[in-house]
């Protein structure tokens, strides 16, 4: 089991910065994956961005391809996600998942652990 914590939410005005951090404990692999998502009020969690520990293999939505990037420290067994040119529709809970080796990438489903969530608020 891996334990994952958040931080770095908060609220910021459109076109700012913020960069999230996922710090993971337990069981991790460079073949597994992080993914960030995000679920805003009334929405179904939504894909954002993965890679896996080994950084070798990245992927984005297409609504923040450009504007955020993903990341890993692996001394450090934390991912982040840096986020750039914010917009209001980007505010969100946002959350870092892993999963192991089978599965997609993309499906909330085949992530098996979890975080506590993190507020994101972009004020216009």
């Known amino acids: 089991q891996v334990q994952l914590v958040e931080s770095g939410g908060g609220l910021v005005q459109a076109g700012g910065s913020l960069r999230l951090s996922c710090a993971a404990s337990?069981?991790?692999?460079?073949?597994?994956?992080m993914g960030w998502f995000r679920q805003a009020p009334g929405k179904e969690r939504e894909f954002v961005a993965t890679i896996t520990w080994s950084s070798t293999i990245t992927a984005y939505a297409d609504s923040v391809k450009g504007r955020f990037t993903i990341s890993t420290d692996n001394a450090k067994n934390t991912v982040y996600l840096q986020m750039n040119s914010l917009k209001p529709e980007d505010t969100a809970v946002y959350y870092c998942?892993?999963?192991?080796?089978?599965?997609?990438?993309?499906?909330?489903?085949?992530?098996?652990?979890w975080g506590q969530g993190t507020q994101v608020t972009v004020s216009s």
């Open positions: 337990g069981r991790t692999a460079s073949s597994y994956r």
């Open positions: 998942a892993q999963k192991g080796r089978s599965g997609s990438a993309f499906r909330s489903d085949d992530y098996n652990s």
